[in-house]
């Protein structure tokens, strides 16, 4: 192995885009460690270099499939000088490393990633079965998720929920491989609602097999395509996510940087999920005009989707607008507003609420985050034309009672969208608190969070 680069930083800016590829997938017994493996040694045949890396705290696996001893473990990294003073050499092979999981009760996974995130290797993390806990921990520290699945119906049950937890967690599917499997219909595709990157056919030999190793090669050669199509797409326009995973993966990601959204919704919507679930993608500034801040950390406290830890402030009635701005004035590089409500607002005079709403929309151009506002239908004012006017997008939110599992259906239709003019879209949110809801919560940056209470 080649010696990495020591002292990297966690999810810095220049650090690898797609690189760490997750190897997961909730049926056990899928074939992921065995898909990992191969995965590595179709890379290092390619000439990249690879670390698998066991994320499987409580049945670890990989260093038997790799043929390598059981230590020393992830667990060694935080005290090695150099990564590879704990990497396990692949038996034939320099350029494929091992790096087993700990035996510990507890590790500082975050602090491994650490290490390894900016390695010259590229890095494959073999995931736990299920989509607990351990498993989202391991997702969220991925760039792309690759999910495994057998073309069974339990198979394919377990790679849609797989792919519906790395969604959640704004984590990009990469694709699906079918393991066991001696071809692929586009069935699959349809169903999955991913690319089926390819099969892996059954054999006695799955890793040395002429026909595995063909069809190992032949994905490794999609994921590395796939990467020079994320980045181009990135060099294109960056986008931002909503928080919501329907949303986001409707808008290509999200919307970009510097957006102004109108939220618009019936009081008894649950558009204020929505609002909480975009407080989990980065730090986020949360002015509420109706509510207390206790009220509204309470109720992003118990609410079930994803949330973060927004610095909520309330708005005095007194003078609103320049308790306001003088707040958002000193927004962060890339954090979210949320103003809920705006109708409060927008029942102030004309020239107020316009000069305030315009200086809101050039600073979030100027720290490039997302700005929400939470526009309540009826007893909105008679500035409401202006909001919806001067906003780059408007998300209309619609509770509808059907005869389905639970009798309501939320759609969200975006009639306004000034990054793509063409785009008028119906999207049907399936992931809202009337849904299973996800297992784990996360938290925006901290130093963000620390800037904004400053």
Do not use: W
């Not at 939220?263 to 008894?268: I, Y």
Request: glycine share 8%; aromatic share 2%; charged share 25%.
């Amino acid at each position: 192995m080649h010696n990495p680069t020591a002292n990297c930083t966690f999810k810095r800016e220049d650090a690898t885009k797609v690189g760490m590829l997750a190897i997961a997938g909730s049926k056990g017994g899928c074939g992921k460690t065995t898909m990992t493996i191969g995965l590595a040694d179709a890379f290092a045949r390619m000439g990249t270099p690879a670390i698998a890396v066991d994320a499987d705290r409580q049945l670890p696996n990989l260093h038997v499939v790799a043929a390598v001893d059981r230590k020393p473990t992830i667990a060694d990294l935080e005290k090695a000088t150099d990564v590879d003073d704990v990497v396990h050499s692949r038996p034939g092979t320099d350029d494929v490393g091992v790096l087993p999981a700990t035996d510990a009760t507890k590790v500082d996974l975050e602090a491994a990633i650490d290490r390894l995130r900016r390695c010259p290797e590229r890095v494959l993390l073999d995931c736990p079965s299920g989509a607990g806990p351990d498993v989202i921990e391991s997702l969220e520290y991925a760039d792309r998720v690759v999910v495994v699945a057998t073309n069974t119906d339990r198979g394919l049950r377990g790679a849609e929920t797989t792919i519906d937890v790395a969604r959640r967690l704004g984590v990009p599917v990469a694709g699906v491989i079918i393991n066991r499997s001696n071809g692929v219909t586009e069935t699959l595709e349809s169903r999955l609602e991913a690319p089926v990157l390819g099969t892996i056919p059954e054999h006695d030999a799955p890793l040395t097999g002429t026909l595995p190793r063909d069809a190992f090669d032949d994905v490794a050669g999609r994921l590395t395509l796939g990467e020079s199509s994320v980045e181009k797409r990135r060099d294109d326009e960056s986008r931002l996510a909503v928080g919501n995973p329907d949303i986001d993966h409707a808008l290509r990601g999200g919307v970009p940087p510097g957006t102004t959204i109108a939220l618009t919704a019936d009081a008894a919507s649950q558009s204020e999920q929505l609002l909480y679930e975009t407080t989990a993608t980065r730090g986020t500034l949360y002015l509420t005009t109706d509510r207390t801040p206790n009220s509204v950390k309470d109720a992003i406290e118990s609410a079930v989707v994803r949330t973060g830890n927004p610095t909520v402030r309330r708005l005095p009635a007194d003078d609103p607008f320049g308790h306001a701005t003088q707040l958002i004035d000193e927004l962060p590089e890339g954090a979210n507003l949320i103003v809920d409500s705006t109708n409060t607002l927008e029942r102030r005079s004309h020239g107020a609420y316009l000069e305030f709403l315009n200086s809101v929309i050039k600073r979030m151009r100027e720290t490039h985050g997302i700005a929400m506002f939470h526009c309540l239908n009826g007893s909105s004012g008679k500035n409401r034309m202006v909001t919806r006017h001067l906003v780059d997008a408007i998300f209309n939110l619609r509770t509808i009672t059907t005869r389905g599992s639970n009798g309501i259906t939320h759609r969200l239709t975006v009639p306004k969208f000034r990054p793509d003019g063409r785009l008028t879209k119906t999207i049907e949110l399936k992931h809202t608190p009337s849904s299973t809801a996800l297992e784990a919560k996360t938290q925006p940056a901290a130093e963000t969070d620390d800037a904004l209470e400053r």
